[in-house]
């Protein structure tokens, strides 16, 4: 099944650009198609990092929550 999608010009040259390293990499023609399967797979979706626009505040707002998140974490004894 296919279907569209719409994306920032911005994601789109992102994707090109991996689609590119993975091309040279693999030695062979790789997709946009790929290449979103490719970062899915790897868990490495920080490779289109800045998609997501907050300002210094929000920022630190979630930083502090994930350190308050962290400080609560209790390993489990084995």
Do not use: C, H
Not at 18 to 30: A, Q
Not at 34 to 61: H, N, P, Q
């Amino acid at each position: 099944m296919s279907v569209s999608i719409k994306i920032s010009r911005e994601n789109y040259e992102r994707l090109s650009s991996l689609s590119g390293r993975l091309r040279s990499e693999l030695n062979r023609p790789v997709s946009i198609n790929e290449a979103i399967s490719f970062l899915y797979r790897k868990g490495k979706l920080s490779d289109v990092a800045g998609t997501w626009k907050m300002t210094d505040r929000e920022a630190e707002g979630f930083m502090a929550d994930l350190q308050r998140g962290w400080e609560r974490w209790k390993p489990k004894s084995a």
